[in-house]
């Protein structure tokens, strides 16, 4: 099969590249001429584990290239498949959709022979008519369909979940897109993946219905997380004791500094919008969302007060900036409102990431970024771990100790064991757990 993948970000990259290792031929395409040129050098211009070795077998195959040239690849290609970003449109926040506008009436123009236009992309319910719209107004002799095909992978996981799927959603009626779709996904059924074929409006709201679940779940067990630590229970105890229900599940029960990220945040702004203009409120992610906001900025003063007093003059060291761990991407990190509430209170802040310092230079320029977690401590009053890379789990906290002008300790990701903290006579600040404060 022929595929033409148009937007060669985290997810058209991460796609085009399963595709091509999946025997299909594939051109990757983006506008983005030095993110090309990069590919093409054999560069990876993002960080997601084992992406370098899979495009570089596919490259070397030649199933796999990369242009900023759309004519050629959408002319040959029997799927093209629209992967450009949808953000927040600024000041509303509904999607900015005329990335994907754009790359259809692009696509319009370069198609020939029957061709399924497939939106990977997280759209809008409509997005789909108006991508048909546009391609039959420039191109109106066109043999073409219009088909979505949501995306669920996650950053840092995004191969095996490419890969080993839990579903694979394909919104359209029409028989012929369905037998190319089917095909191109082959290779998934056998690994056991269900095909879930619906119409397009219902394949577009499963993405951001189900985005937003998984949004309500983090912020349901930030709720509770508070409340524990009002209580005196551990919210990782009840977290257990409630995911072993199968009703309810383990996962995206980890309590923490609130959700960020490239996804769930727009994506959940989005719907509430979606909503609005079908006159119907949205009133639990309208909750989930405030409550977010409100916890994100929230994190700077759980600081100051695990330091005890005015952060005026003080250092702190953070560790971690990404909005996870095994990505470089920092799209509405948690750790953007805390640095810069830090540094509101009069703080100065020093930061490390393993992979996403240089991302994170352009969004937080009045830090200072070391190469290394205890050079971070050094001399600091207090040590936040926001993102919870597995070099952190293991830090030698002896050290880590030594290196702290005061022993504090805020983890905002529970990675550490509270009796190991008062082992070592940290003042230790976790997520709705028992605090150890030393004043
Ligand atoms: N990142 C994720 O984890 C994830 C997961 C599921 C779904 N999604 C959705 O997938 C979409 C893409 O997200 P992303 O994170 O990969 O975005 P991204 O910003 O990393 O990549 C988008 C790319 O599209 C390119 N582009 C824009 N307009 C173009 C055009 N007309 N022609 C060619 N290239 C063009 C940009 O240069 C950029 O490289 C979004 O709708 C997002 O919501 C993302």
């Not at 919104?171 to 369905?178: Q, Y």
């Not at 190469?371 to 030698?396: F, H, M, S």
Request: glycine share 8%; aromatic share 6%; proline share 5%.
């Amino acid at each position: 099969m022929r595929i033409a993948m148009i937007g060669t970000g985290y997810v058209g990259l991460v796609s085009g590249a399963c595709f091509s290792d999946f025997g299909h031929q594939v051109t990757c395409v983006d506008k983005d001429a030095g993110k090309i040129a990069a590919l093409n050098r054999g560069e990876i211009p993002i960080y997601e584990p084992g992406l370098d070795a899979l495009v570089a077998s596919n490259v070397k195959a030649k199933r796999l290239d990369f242009t900023t040239e759309l004519s050629a690849p959408v002319a040959e290609a029997e799927a093209v498949f629209i992967a450009v970003g949808t953000p927040s449109r600024r000041g509303d926040g509904h999607a900015d959709l005329s990335y994907v506008y754009a790359a259809a009436r692009e696509i319009a123009g370069a198609l020939s022979g029957f061709t399924v236009v497939v939106t990977k992309s997280t759209v809008p319910v409509g997005t789909g008519d108006e991508v048909e719209l546009i391609v039959r107004e420039t191109n109106p002799s066109a043999d073409v369909v219009v088909a979505s095909n949501p995306e669920f992978l996650r950053e840092g996981a995004a191969i095996r979940d490419f890969k080993f799927p839990d579903r694979i959603v394909i919104g359209t009626a029409d028989e012929r897109a369905r037998k190319v779709l089917g095909d191109i996904y082959r290779p998934l059924s056998l690994n056991q993946a269900p095909l879930m074929f619906t119409d397009r409006r219902t394949a577009e709201l499963i993405k951001y219905a189900a985005n937003a679940f998984l949004a309500t779940k983090i912020t349901f067990i930030n709720e509770i997380a508070d409340l524990s630590e009002k209580v005196g229970a551990d919210v990782q105890e009840v977290a257990r004791g409630i995911g072993l229900d199968n009703r309810i599940g383990s996962k995206f029960l980890h309590a923490g500094p609130g959700f960020g990220g490239s996804c769930f945040p727009k994506d959940t702004r989005a719907l509430v919008k979606i909503a609005q203009d079908h006159d119907v409120q949205l009133r639990i992610v309208e909750a989930v969302l405030g409550v977010n906001d409100n916890r994100k900025r929230a994190m700077a003063r759980k600081v100051a007060a695990a330091v005890g007093d005015s952060l005026r003059g003080k250092t702190v060291g953070v560790l971690g900036l990404t909005f996870k761990p095994d990505t470089d991407d920092m799209r509405e990190a948690p750790s953007i409102p805390l640095v810069t509430g830090l540094l509101d209170m009069g703080a100065k802040v020093r930061a490390h990431d393993p992979v996403g310092m240089e991302q994170a230079r352009r969004e937080l320029p009045d830090i200072e970024f070391v190469d290394d977690p205890y050079l971070c401590a050094k001399g600091a009053d207090a040590i936040v771990v926001v993102t919870e890379w597995v070099q952190y789990r293991t830090l030698d906290l002896e050290r880590l100790k030594r290196e702290l002008r005061q022993p504090v300790v805020v983890d905002l990701r529970n990675i550490y064991r509270p009796e190991d903290m008062a082992t070592h006579g940290f003042t230790y600040e976790s997520v709705g757990r028992r605090s150890l404060l030393g004043h």
